[in-house]
């Protein structure tokens, strides 16, 4: 059983830095892309970032790209996304997820696991 736990998320001041992790287990990790999700109140679920399995190739959302970084350490099985220069609508609740085999890394539809989310709360 695929299990996912975010951490890291607090609240923060405007232009912070925050570093959010996912530990992963039940899957063998490498084999899969990596994605980080947000969803704000009232607001459908967004992409913000992915990362393939041995962390050669990475994606962002226009929102998030030159200010986040997604990366993995794949002898702890852990996928992080570092938070620079955050903004009040970066506020959200943030998951990762693992992506399906031949799944497209921006649709919410093609993970297959997902964790229980960690909130990220952006605030002067």
């Known amino acids: 059983q695929v299990q996912l736990v975010e951490s890291g998320g607090r609240l923060v001041h405007p232009g912070d830095s925050l570093r959010l992790s996912c530990a992963a287990s039940g899957l063998v990790f490498s084999s899969y892309f990596m994605g980080w999700f947000r969803q704000a109140p009232g607001k459908e679920r967004e992409f913000a970032a992915a990362?393939?399995?041995?962390?050669?190739?990475?994606s962002y959302a226009d929102s998030v790209k030159g200010r986040f970084t997604i990366s993995r350490d794949n002898a702890k099985n852990t996928v992080y996304l570092q938070m620079n220069s955050l903004k009040p609508e970066d506020t959200a609740v943030y998951y990762c997820?693992?992506?399906?085999?031949?799944?497209?890394?921006?649709?919410?539809?093609?993970?297959?696991?997902w964790g229980q989310g960690t909130q990220v709360t952006v605030s002067s």
């Open positions: 990362i393939s399995g041995l962390g050669w190739r990475t």
């Open positions: 997820a693992a992506l399906k085999y031949g799944g497209v890394q921006t649709n919410l539809a093609d993970y297959i696991s």
